[in-house]
């Protein structure tokens, strides 16, 4: 078993080489800090009282998977500027469509115009989200940003998967009405487009 100090001199000698690993694989500086951060706190928290001769590639493990739910939270939160354009159907509909099924997302993370207009959008977002009535945010936010899937939405939220559905299709149409307001379709999103629902 490890003591205290052999944890600490591995981390030490692991964080810089780790650093450099992370910020080339999702090129952000802070947010390679933060998830070799994450890292180390994961592996001090559940496995500091292993062998140190274990650390290596338990630490490996839980910095590769840490960078993957990086990497699904940047994925969802890319997905929203394109999610929009799906708000604002029609009365006729499906509500059960999920407009994640739906978007072709291509890679353009290099154009800074891409990204402060994303940046914009995530915000005015955000704002919109803290209109929205408290089921209706949970709902959405277990969906589209924790990724869950309607089954487990409902289990969390201790309802049917019906009313996961109304109150995700609820909170889509109100997103969209709200963001229109806000002026989302002036802030340079050529690919975005909102229709109010009829």
């Known amino acids: ?14 964080e810089r080489r780790a650093f450099k690993q992370t910020a080339y694989a999702v090129r952000d500086d802070h947010a390679a800090l933060d998830i070799v951060q994450d890292a180390m706190m994961k592996l001090a928290d559940k496995y500091g009282a292993q062998p140190v001769t274990e650390f290596p590639m338990l630490f490996q493990r839980i910095l590769q998977n840490t960078m993957r739910d990086y990497w699904r939270r940047q994925k969802v939160r890319n997905l929203w500027t394109t999610l929009l354009s799906a708000f604002g159907g029609g009365a006729d509909d499906n509500e059960d469509r999920d407009p994640l099924d739906t978007i072709d997302v291509g890679d353009d993370s290099e154009e800074p115009s891409v990204q402060i207009a994303r940046s914009q959008t995530i915000q005015l977002i955000e704002r919109a989200l803290e209109k929205l009535p408290a089921r209706q945010r949970e709902a959405f936010v277990l969906r589209y940003w924790e990724e869950m899937d309607v089954a487990e939405t409902a289990e969390i939220m201790g309802c049917s998967d019906g009313s996961v559905k109304t109150h995700c299709s609820r909170a889509v ?13 002036k802030i340079g999103l050529s690919n975005v487009t909102l229709n109010e629902p009829k």
Not at 4 to 14: M, N, Q, V, Y
Not at 173 to 185: F, M, N, P, V
Request: proline residues 4%.
């Open 1 to 14: 078993m490890a003591t205290p100090k052999e944890l600490s001199d591995f981390l030490a000698a692991a």
């Open 173 to 185: 149409h109100a997103l969209a009405i709200e963001l229109r307001k806000q002026g989302l379709d």
